[in-house]
């Protein structure tokens, strides 16, 4: 008995080496240190468990020993804990989310798109129709709920809120509304109360970033038709760049490098770095470089050593490698390798899915793209971001929630 309770120990202690609790991981720049890469890559990945979960391209968040997940069951939207472990769960929270999908979008679902945010021991989540939820990660208990429908003429963008809520300190922060009229608001994190808001543009579908530019402590995101930064203490505007894309579908998560360079891009655009500045108070946008070479569309990069990885929208999906510094272009892999690819990095490894049901691994390399191992780990498209959680990697795929371990 004593020895069994000694390996359970053991195992819960393994699992939670690191928290991956917000939308692409500890720092939400796909980045994590303690992985547990095998010795030698297996011919084929062992399940450790696998549960019907709903649809939508939410991603699973871990928090010590604890999954969570929010998806949708019908025309309802579904908070759901589960052991790591094991895949059982511990607790659901459910709550009605009608939702009309629109016409150009039908191909994507009902979502939700959103990742939930798990921040001083609460989940909290933004469905696809809008509605922000707070929840006890211990038992599921709802503390606070808004869904803004009184509030705005529009409680989300025109193609379902997608954007993932981000904590500083005791605030959460999420872009609400639609693009007529919409709100970049820090609430309190325990009452929900809104200690600061912005307006000035509408919501997009990437999540924001927070990060000290300038020596100044600040969101920094992608809205409907600015890559902007704003102030984390009072929501005050430091400095916006126009940017659009067709159909107003600016996506991607902006990268930071160092303490000064913001690096961002969209469909059929450029990809970007810029060095942002501020003097005598004011503030100053630089470009260092921009790329042609690889625009973006759905999937955001990650700076690994230097070395920006990410997927173009070019010839159906390509890998690639740039320097970070400069924006040379060091590699781009074959074509066809999906619409869409979500991407880590752990030590010397890229770890990546994509909507061909594929886990690639592979190795930081500035010569080409050095696959070690593809994997087929899902029957249908890959959307949601995958979370690494110990020797293993939590997939989501069309309706389904699955651990996987090397």
Do not use: C
Not at 55 to 62: A, C, D, L, R, Y
Not at 79 to 105: F, S
Not at 136 to 155: H, I, M, S, Y
Not at 279 to 300: D, F, L
């Amino acid at each position: 008995m004593k020895i069994a309770l000694a390996i359970l120990v053991l195992s819960a202690v393994t699992l939670s080496a690191q928290d991956w609790s917000q939308w692409r991981g500890p720092a939400r720049n796909g980045l994590t240190t303690t992985f547990v890469a095998p010795a030698t890559w297996p011919e084929r990945p062992t399940q450790a468990w696998k549960v019907q979960a709903g649809i939508g391209h939410s991603s699973p968040v871990v928090s010590g020993t604890r999954v969570f997940l929010l998806s949708r069951v019908s025309e309802q939207e579904v908070v759901t804990a589960y052991e790591l472990a094991t895949g059982k769960q511990i607790w659901r929270n459910a709550y009605d989310a009608p939702y009309q999908v629109n016409p150009a979008a039908t191909s994507h679902g009902k979502g939700p798109k959103g990742t939930p945010l798990v921040h001083r021991g609460r989940v909290y989540t933004l469905g696809i129709s809008g509605t922000l939820s707070a929840l006890d990660a211990n038992d599921g208990r709802v503390l606070w709920r808004k869904n803004f429908t009184r509030e705005f003429p529009q409680a989300s963008p025109e193609y379902g809120a997608a954007m993932s809520p981000i904590g500083e300190e005791a605030m959460v922060i999420a872009h609400v509304g639609g693009s007529q009229n919409s709100a970049l608001s820090a609430f309190d994190a325990e009452s929900g109360a809104v200690r600061w808001t912005w307006k000035g543009d509408g919501p997009a579908y990437a999540s924001p970033v927070v990060a000290t530019l300038g020596g100044v402590r600040q969101l920094v995101t992608q809205t409907q038709s600015r890559v902007l930064g704003l102030s984390v203490a009072d929501g005050t505007l430091l400095w916006d760049i126009p940017f659009t894309t067709d159909y107003e579908q600016n996506i991607i998560t902006p990268v930071i490098v160092g303490n000064d360079t913001v690096i961002y891009g969209g469909l059929s655009k450029p990809t970007v770095a810029v060095r942002v500045a501020q003097a005598n108070g004011k503030w100053t946008t630089a470009e260092r470089w921009r790329n042609a070479e690889i625009p973006m569309y759905m999937s955001s990069p990650i700076d690994a050593g230097g070395t920006l990885y990410g997927l173009t929208q070019k010839n159906k999906g390509q890998f690639f490698a740039v320097d970070t510094a400069t924006g040379k272009t060091l590699w781009t892999s074959e074509g066809r390798q999906g619409d869409n690819a979500a991407l880590t990095s752990a030590g010397d490894l890229l770890i990546a899915t994509t909507t061909e049901g594929e886990l690639v691994i592979a190795r930081h390399s500035a010569k080409a793209f050095d696959v070690v191992r593809r994997y087929t780990v899902a029957d249908t498209p890959i959307w949601a971001h995958p979370a690494l959680a110990g020797n293993g990697v939590l997939i989501k795929d069309a309706e389904t929630l699955a651990y996987w371990t090397f």
